[in-house]
């Protein structure tokens, strides 16, 4: 799923390539893809692009007359630049977005049909958007740590909780924990002030350089490869892989389509959690520690 320095990178592409250009259309292939029906699509026709803006994951095109288009991509839609007037595929695209030098085609690349597209009236509809939690790039340590430990939840849990933290999901989380030596299973409730407040200089550490680096990747272009893997992370989607600080190997624990990543050398004190699905079938053999890996 795209997520924060992801869609912060969407943003300042959009804004260097449509930002206050007209929306000559927007053309829905797919139907279920629009999720409002006040205003139509067609109110959008010759509208100039006034802003751009993030709330959590979300993409927002603000539209002169007070009018916004709400992307969310959920896990597996993607945005992407096209010649102008270019066609919807068939099958994955859902819309398209036509400016005079740029279409910009809505897929998805998936099957669950998740993606959506919300256009809006103001900016109390827009509000309704936003699940409320505080912007790690934005707020104090003291501030994000109030919202962290708002409510008992495993550290994992919390930290891709939108009415908790604003646009953090699993692979972001992954290598935030990762950084701040915390494991994904830790409660809220029992973590200590040193915990917090490694959790927030490796939130905002995490998330500004991994902007920094798709910043780079895009360059003058626009994002066409946006994944929750990257082949820079320590952890997240490395299963099995050496980690790059100590050495161990990097474990998971799977949950429906799910997935958790970290390193039981650097973030559990060398104790393998208990997978779901595998401890169960595994029972006695199911390895407790890296003693038990490794032998």
Same mark, same amino acid.
């Given at each position: 799923?795209?997520?924060?320095?992801? +869609?912060?990178?969407?943003?300042?592409? #959009?804004?260097?390539?449509?930002?206050?250009?007209?929306?000559?259309?927007?053309?829905?292939?797919?139907?279920?893809?629009?999720?409002?029906?006040?205003?139509?699509?067609?109110?959008?026709?010759?509208?100039?692009?006034?802003?751009?803006?993030?709330?959590?994951?979300?993409? *927002?095109?603000?539209?002169?007359?007070?009018?916004?288009?709400?992307? @969310?991509?959920? *896990?597996?839609?993607?945005?992407?630049?096209?010649?102008?007037?270019?066609? +919807?595929?068939?099958?994955?695209?859902?819309?398209?977005?036509?400016?005079?030098? @740029?279409?910009?085609? #809505?897929?998805?690349?998936?099957?669950?049909?998740?993606? !959506?597209?919300?256009?809006?009236?103001?900016?109390?509809?827009?509000?309704? @958007?936003?699940?409320?939690?505080?912007?790690?790039?934005?707020?104090?340590?003291?501030?994000?740590?109030?919202?962290?430990?708002?409510?008992?939840?495993?550290?994992?849990?919390?930290?891709?909780?939108?009415?908790?933290?604003?646009?953090?999901?699993?692979?972001?989380?992954?290598?935030?924990?990762?950084?701040?030596?915390?494991?994904?299973?830790?409660?809220?409730?029992?973590?200590?002030?040193?915990?917090?407040?490694?959790?927030?200089?490796?939130? +905002?550490?995490?998330?500004?350089?991994?902007?920094?680096?798709?910043?780079?990747?895009?360059?003058?272009?626009?994002?066409?490869? +946006?994944?929750?893997?990257?082949?820079?992370?320590?952890? @997240?989607?490395?299963?099995?892989?050496?980690?790059?600080?100590?050495?161990?190997?990097?474990?998971?624990?799977?949950?429906? !389509? $799910?997935?958790? $990543?970290?390193?039981?050398?650097?973030?559990?004190?060398?104790?393998? #959690?208990?997978?779901?699905?595998? !401890?169960?079938?595994?029972?006695?053999?199911?390895?407790? !520690?890296?003693?038990?890996?490794?032998?």
């Amino acid at each position: 799923m795209p997520e924060l320095p992801d +869609v912060v990178v969407y943003l300042e592409r #959009l804004e260097a390539l449509i930002g206050g250009a007209t929306l000559e259309r927007i053309r829905i292939a797919s139907p279920w893809v629009l999720r409002t029906f006040d205003p139509p699509p067609e109110a959008f026709a010759g509208r100039q692009v006034t802003g751009l803006r993030r709330i959590g994951k979300r993409l *927002v095109l603000e539209c002169r007359g007070d009018l916004f288009v709400v992307i @969310h991509l959920m *896990v597996a839609g993607r945005l992407r630049r096209r010649d102008p007037g270019a066609a +919807v595929p068939p099958r994955r695209g859902l819309a398209a977005l036509d400016f005079a030098e @740029h279409t910009f085609l #809505l897929t998805e690349e998936g099957t669950r049909k998740r993606a !959506s597209i919300h256009l809006l009236r103001g900016e109390a509809a827009l509000a309704d @958007h936003d699940r409320g939690g505080v912007e790690p790039l934005l707020v104090d340590a003291a501030t994000f740590a109030e919202a962290l430990t708002s409510e008992r939840h495993t550290l994992k849990r919390a930290l891709t909780d939108p009415r908790l933290i604003s646009g953090i999901g699993g692979a972001y989380a992954d290598e935030i924990m990762h950084r701040a030596r915390l494991g994904p299973l830790t409660r809220t409730d029992r973590l200590e002030a040193g915990d917090v407040t490694r959790l927030h200089e490796a939130a +905002v550490a995490v998330l500004t350089e991994w902007i920094e680096r798709l910043r780079e990747e895009a360059g003058d272009g626009f994002p066409e490869k +946006v994944t929750a893997f990257h082949a820079g992370m320590a952890v @997240h989607g490395r299963y099995g892989k050496d980690c790059p600080v100590c050495g161990a190997p990097v474990q998971r624990i799977r949950y429906a !389509s $799910n997935e958790t $990543n970290y390193c039981p050398g650097c973030q559990t004190g060398g104790r393998i #959690l208990a997978d779901r699905a595998m !401890s169960r079938l595994l029972k006695e053999d199911w390895p407790s !520690s890296l003693d038990d890996l490794d032998g």
